[in-house]
């Protein structure tokens, strides 16, 4: 499918998703965000192994399109609003692992689509910030997910003071989960998927779901939901041909599962 802001494509067993307004600093207008989801959609639906998130241009996202905002009443911002929580909600929602590779700077919105995917590895040059407690409105949505990602106090620093903080800073934050020279962050982000990705795709795609499903239950509820996912699947095929590779004391075949 042709799309107008984003670029699509296939790199190796993994799908590359570029974000392509670099003239508006990869802002996520409404019709952006449409595309990404649509995109995430039919990668989740094909054989890709895992997807990378990236940006076009010197910055990652600047967040939101104020574009889309000027003048909009409250029906509309409830639907744009909407939009971006789909978006998100699609990312976690495919089986695949989805990692963002973050170069530039990631601000409110664009800050919130790094906390949401599964990995992020950044650039030194990154630097991420939720600016909306600077001004006169505040990154309620994207603090959702940086809240999940770096804890309460360390979010509401971000969003109370609306500095900026630079990658390392992310790192040790938990916002992402390495820093790379900026010359190298192609290599490393897809050495990392690679490896994020090894075992089968349905493995990987019930562990995916597996774990967002437990993570914020309180832990009696999360065990019996971990538990009953493992013992299910492990009457899967995958599973019972690991199993038996093991004890046969060779290299399981998966055949192109």
Known sequence: ?????????????????????????????????????????????????????????????????FGDMTDAGLAEMRTLLRTCTTLMETILSVPQVVIARVHGLAVAAGCQL???????????????????????????????????????????????????????????????????????LERETLALLDRATRGTRESKGMAKQGFYAQVDLPLPQAYAYASELMASSSQVPDAREGVTAFFEKRRPDYGDR
Do not use: Q
């Open 1 to 65: 499918m042709t799309y107008r802001h984003i670029r699509v494509e296939r790199a190796g067993a993994h799908a590359l998703l570029t974000m392509d307004r670099a003239d508006r600093r990869n802002t996520l207008s409404r019709e952006a965000m449409e595309e990404m989801i649509d995109a995430f959609r039919e990668i989740g639906r094909s054989d890709a192994r895992g997807v990378i998130l990236a940006g076009a241009g010197p910055v990652f996202s600047a967040g939101h399109d």
């Open 114 to 184: 790094v906390a949401t995917c599964d990995l992020a590895v950044a650039a030194d040059t990154a630097s991420f910030a939720l600016p909306g407690g600077k001004a006169g409105w505040f990154c309620h949505t994207p603090t959702v997910a940086v809240t999940r990602a770096v804890g309460r106090k360390r979010a509401l620093e971000m969003s109370f003071t609306g500095d900026p903080i630079d990658a390392a800073t992310a790192a040790d934050w938990g916002l992402v989960n390495r820093v790379v020279p900026a010359a190298d």
